[in-house]
């Protein structure tokens, strides 16, 4: 079973550039989270897709982060511009059902730099 | 809301048993979960408590005390490959049930 996908591995920006990160689920998988992990901290969730719905975005900064997800499969997380803080590596994580043992998947995430 | 607290750092001898605490503030919750993540790597699952009490999974196991407001990992046998961070996570009582990491403890294992 092939496993989340994500690209690009790394990225190196500008503060103020935009930047989008792309996420391709385990097959099957209706829940598609993008969680953000600063060095040295544990992954804060910033949003999560139910099939193609947002089911919460509470955390995601609205006025420069966005994210979508068409067809109820692949997704993409954008920052547009981004600030010095937004340095951190960020994940895409899929499960099957949100019930159980809520069990998520990672991508190898994407690791930003913002110079 | 929801808080976790880990230990930051915790070292071991191969062969040896480890215990990771995880302690929370929550105005309630589904499960505990645990995820480890070598540097640089994905998170992976490794085990969930719905319950209080111990569960088993080969050399891991993971204990809950709702109670107490406490969770444990348990690692037996450590090996130098077990050198990694572990997280605890809390499943919220949200419509959405998201996931709540701690802030992760740094596992290392020395010959």
């Known amino acids: 079973e092939a496993g989340v996908a994500q690209s690009p591995r790394y990225k190196i920006i500008e503060k103020r550039q935009s930047v989008a990160f792309w996420c391709n689920p385990i097959s099957g998988h209706a829940t598609l989270y993008w969680y953000q992990q600063i060095l040295g901290q544990g992954p804060k969730l910033l949003i999560q897709?139910?099939?193609?719905?947002?089911?919460?975005d509470s955390q995601l900064p609205k006025d420069r982060f966005s994210a979508e997800r068409l067809k109820g499969v692949d997704s993409t997380l954008k920052i547009q511009p981004a600030k010095l803080e937004d340095s951190a590596v960020y994940l895409c994580?899929?499960?099957?059902?949100?019930?159980?043992?809520?069990?998520?998947?990672f991508g190898p995430g994407t690791r930003l730099t913002v110079l | 809301g929801q808080s976790l607290e880990q230990p930051s750092e915790v070292t071991a001898v191969e062969g040896a048993i480890v215990q990771i605490n995880c302690t929370y503030q929550?105005?309630?919750?589904?499960?505990l979960s645990w995820y480890q993540q070598h540097d640089g790597g994905a998170p992976t699952f490794l085990s969930y408590n719905a319950l209080d009490g111990l569960e088993e999974t080969g050399r891991f196991s993971s204990f809950l005390s709702r109670s107490d407001s406490y969770g444990y990992l348990l690692l037996q046998e450590l090996q130098m490959k077990d050198s990694a961070s572990y997280f605890c996570?809390?499943?919220?009582?949200?419509?959405?049930?998201?996931?709540?990491f701690g802030q992760g403890t740094t596992l290392q294992v020395k010959p």
């Open positions: 929550t105005s309630g919750f589904y499960g």
């Open positions: 994580a899929s499960s099957f059902v949100t019930s159980g043992r809520q069990e998520q998947f």
């Open positions: 996570a809390v499943r919220d009582r949200s419509n959405t049930g998201k996931l709540i």
């Open positions: 897709f139910q099939n193609n719905g947002v089911v919460d």
